[in-house]
């Protein structure tokens, strides 16, 4: 079960505060896989966030009995001078992971990430797909009951894209997914049920095509070109 129960979160700009969400009471459902949508600046990264306790809200909170992720690809989190063994050890050591069991998930993250050599070389040095290699692979070696992916798939080449793809389809067997994506087929292929976000708060929807059609509806459409108008 994932609860928020009266949540709160609120950013300061040059132009006051922002509020992402005021006083929001909601149960997911259990045994599905959620697709997140919103327009830019709705909160969906930022919900991701608080969910996976990288983040936390002004006030209320999210009640859970279950193991949830860090966002999947989340690589700001990385210390930069530290390597990425050293990244993935420490991770480790946050979630009382040691020994050999240790030693299993330093092994999937290096496989997974096909970075070489880079895998004992400080963060610092990694491009950006070679950072989301490795965050998107940290978080795959970790077993959990929700994992969240938050726009991993739309990042890294083709091969990245499909082993993304693989991987998931391979950990819902056992586990459930929250995922927040641009890409309707990304969501309709993975996601049971939709959760859109705007200004008035967070809905959640029965099948995640409501949740799209609804999200598409809200975008603005580009004017036609004057040469694709229909002469006067």
């Not at 006051?16 to 929001?24: A, H, I, M, S, T």
């Not at 859970?64 to 993935?88: V, Y």
């Not at 991770?91 to 040691?98: A, L, P, V």
Request: glycine share 10%; aromatic share 10%.
């Amino acid at each position: 079960m994932i609860e928020l129960r009266n949540l709160t979160k609120s950013f300061r700009t040059p132009n006051g505060r922002k509020v992402l969400f005021q006083n929001v009471n909601s149960i997911f459902p259990e045994g599905k896989n959620i697709g997140i949508l919103g327009r830019n600046g709705a909160g969906k990264t930022t919900l991701l966030r608080i969910m996976g306790g990288i983040d936390y809200p002004d006030s209320g909170r999210v009640i859970t009995d279950q193991r949830i992720s860090w966002p999947m690809g989340l690589s700001g989190g990385f210390q930069g001078s530290m390597t990425g063994r050293e990244n993935a050890e420490f991770i480790c050591g946050i979630h009382g992971i040691w020994g050999r069991s240790r030693a299993n998930v330093l092994g999937k993250v290096q496989d997974f990430a096909e970075i070489g050599n880079y895998f004992d070389a400080p963060v610092k040095s990694y491009s950006s797909g070679m950072r989301s290699r490795l965050a998107f692979g940290l978080s795959i070696s970790v077993d959990f009951d929700w994992y969240l992916v938050d726009e991993v798939m739309s990042v890294g080449d083709a091969h990245f894209k499909h082993k993304c793809q693989s991987v998931i389809e391979e950990k819902r067997k056992a586990a459930n997914f929250i995922i927040v994506a641009h890409s309707m087929s990304t969501l309709q292929k993975n996601c049971d049920v939709g959760i859109y976000l705007d200004n008035a708060g967070l809905k959640i929807y029965d099948t995640v095509q409501e949740a799209i059609d609804l999200y598409q509806k809200s975008i603005p459409r580009k004017p036609k070109p004057a040469s694709e108008l229909a002469p006067a």
